[in-house]
């Protein structure tokens, strides 16, 4: 799992509203325009993030990896019939084609995540989002980004504890049962002491939250989140209405 590392990329040095904007804009580019055209326009600006975030994309794959065999089972699932054909090439593609679609936003998440800190997105969202739901959004992103590596980190702790065991021997539900059972009982207990850390430090919902600042960088990179964006406008052209009465 990715997590923020400093650095001095190009991407580092974004605002993250601006690179928030790329990601919203992307989403919705490939998602509106399922075609080669805009399969091709969305590989290309998550090649154009991974070389600005410095971030090899066989990294993304490692990190990612569980995400992308999921994604990998869609088309042969698509594709699978209870009778002859037992395998139909149509769903398959149109399925793979669906798949497709969230490659790029993956790899997109990936360099925010590796180039953003945890502080400036709260602040981003709660710049975006004024109020009491801004900052509620905002803690929410905070703890999941700083709690959700530190779970995993623990499965990982557990699932090792019992292969030292000679865990493999056991029958492949007992193994996923302990893990899990496990797993569960040290979150809660992360969970607990989270919420004493939070007290003792006098938690508060507007603390100082570092400042950001647009530059002429980032206006260039939120108007291309902008661009990506507006994409389903631009299959409303002439000629595709039907008139009413």
Request: charged content about 20%; overall charge positive; hydrophobic content about 50%.
């Amino acid at each position: 799992m990715l997590t923020y590392e400093p650095g001095d990329s190009l991407a580092h040095g974004l605002d993250p509203r601006a690179k928030l904007a790329v990601q919203f804009g992307i989403a919705i580019a490939v998602f509106s325009h399922p075609t080669a055209r805009g399969f091709a326009v969305g590989g290309a600006v998550a090649l154009a993030a991974l070389a600005a975030g410095r971030l090899s994309p066989v990294r993304v794959l490692r990190a990612y990896r569980v995400v992308f065999l999921f994604l990998a089972v869609g088309p042969v699932l698509g594709g699978l019939a209870l009778g002859d054909p037992w395998f139909r090439v149509g769903p398959a593609l149109e399925s793979a084609r669906a798949v497709a679609r969230v490659v790029p936003v993956v790899f997109v998440s990936a360099v925010y995540v590796r180039t953003t800190p945890v502080r400036e997105t709260r602040a981003a969202i709660q710049r975006l989002l004024p109020g009491r739901i801004g900052r509620l959004f905002g803690v929410g992103v905070g703890l999941v980004f700083r709690f959700f590596p530190v779970v995993l980190g623990d499965l990982r702790t557990v699932r090792a504890a019992v292969r030292a065991r000679a865990g493999e021997r056991r029958p492949l539900r007992d193994r996923v049962s302990r893990v899990l059972a496990r797993g569960l009982q040290r979150s809660q207990l992360r969970a607990d002491r989270l919420t004493l850390a939070l007290r003792a430090r006098c938690f508060a919902w507007n603390p100082t939250l570092p400042a950001l600042r647009f530059r002429t960088r980032d206006y260039l990179v939120a108007a291309l989140g902008l661009a990506l964006a507006c994409a389903p406008l631009f299959t409303l052209v002439p000629g595709r209405f039907i008139p009413i009465g």
